[in-house]
């Protein structure tokens, strides 16, 4: 009997022994799975914070990035610069402010691209004169688009040859350079000397490395005029920026402002700005005082940064 009762005792001892490593197995086998689980959450909570990151800087580098080669132009045997200045050719368009209270600037920024002939067929359509602050491009379908710009009566202006702001903000010189190569090849293509400039990144930008107030300093000296914004479409930070967003944008900033000058990008992957372009300019137009114009002589700047010595009040 005893040796019966000692063997029963084994048996629930050996039981009790694979029931605790089970229960032991149960609650070690979850917490293992879970230190595991959110190892891999905080490392993907990391990655996901470096991507985040990583999309914000390549947001911000959009507008320098939208050209990636360096255009070459044809030698100029002799700088228009050196002219008398009453021998360039340039656009004077004269601004009707009769009947009208608040003015509209569609301003489109670094064309030529595939969507420029499709801006201007829409502004054909509506009969509305636009300015087009271009970038330095060689080939005959740009050069094509840069003459009918000017011959369809909207105004040619400059964003830099190149775009790239490293090599554009690095000094004054190299400003000045890529200035002056856009501005002899547009007037060797067109025939107009263009005089409006947007700086890339515009006044207020913070990449150059030489202060802004030089840059302005050199564009005065040489006459030039340079126009910022105060209202944006939001589509130069976001290739995916709905139509109905960009329409919104636009609008929605108009009414807060006596005169707009509305900042658009002409680009190839700008699809949904064009595509809102005829929205925007049917719902402005609904109210009767407001006109769009191209940016001229009379056209008051709208400017993030002022020169020195310059009230800030004309600045929208």
Known sequence: MEEMANARRKRINRLKRIILGFVGMAILVPTV??????????DLNSRIEELNELLLKREQEALS??????????????SPREAETDVLS?????????????????????????????ILDILKQYDVKATFFVLGKTDEQSKELYRRIVAEGHTLGMHSYSHKYEEIYASEEAFAQDLTKLQEY????????PRYYRFPGGSSNQVSKVDMQELIAYLEENDIVYYDWNVSSGDAVSTQLSKDIIVSNCVSQIKRQPDSMILLHDAGEKDTTVA????IIAQVRMDENVCFLPISDDTLPIQHLKAKGDSVDSYQ
């Open 186 to 193: 547009l007037y060797e293509v067109t025939g107009v000397w």
């Open 33 to 42: 799975i879970c230190v595991f689980l959110a190892l891999k959450v905080s």
């Open 276 to 279: 809102a372009l005829s929205e």
């Open 65 to 78: 990035e939208e050209v990636t080669s360096v255009f070459t132009t044809a030698h100029i045997e002799e």
């Open 90 to 118: 340039d656009q004077t368009v004269s601004e009707d402010y009769s009947g009208y209270d608040r003015r509209i600037y569609l301003t489109f920024d670094d064309g030529p691209s595939s969507n420029t002939s499709r």
